[in-house]
Nanobody, 119 residues
Framework: EVHLVESGGDLVQPGGSLRLSCAASGFSFSFYIMSWVRQAPGKGLEWVSTINRGASGTTYADSVKGRFTISRDNTKNTLYLQMNSLKPEDTAVYYC????????????RGQGTQVTVSS
């Protein structure tokens, strides 16, 4: 059974940084494309970023390009999202998924981690 545990979310001031982690188990992590998505209050799921199996290719939503960096450690079965220059509009619950877009709520297997950007 696929198991994904997101962590690292917190309350941070605008301009601050956070690093999210996603611990994966129950599947062959290194064989899967991995993604981050987010859901802001009252809004639908928004794709954030995707990384290929070997970490040689990454893509980003325009809203986070240049500020967020996705990475993975296949030896630790862990996905990361480094978030810099955070803005209030980045406030959301962040989820990881073992697939590329499109990603629907039915594809999510973790509880998510809350990121709140506020002064």
């Amino acid at each position: 059974e696929v198991h994904l545990v997101e962590s690292g979310g917190d309350l941070v001031q605008p301009g601050g940084s956070l690093r999210l982690s996603c611990a994966a188990s129950g599947f062959s992590f290194s064989f899967y494309i991995m993604s981050w998505v987010r859901q802001a209050p009252g809004k639908g799921l928004e794709w954030v970023s995707t990384i290929n199996r070997g970490a040689s290719g990454t893509t980003y939503a325009d809203s986070v390009k240049g500020r967020f960096t996705i990475s993975r450690d296949n030896t630790k079965n862990t996905l990361y999202l480094q978030m810099n220059s955070l803005k209030p509009e980045d406030t959301a619950v962040y989820y990881c998924a073992n697939r590329g877009p499109p990603i629907a709520p039915t594809h999510l297997r973790g509880q998510g981690t809350q990121v709140t950007v506020s002064s």
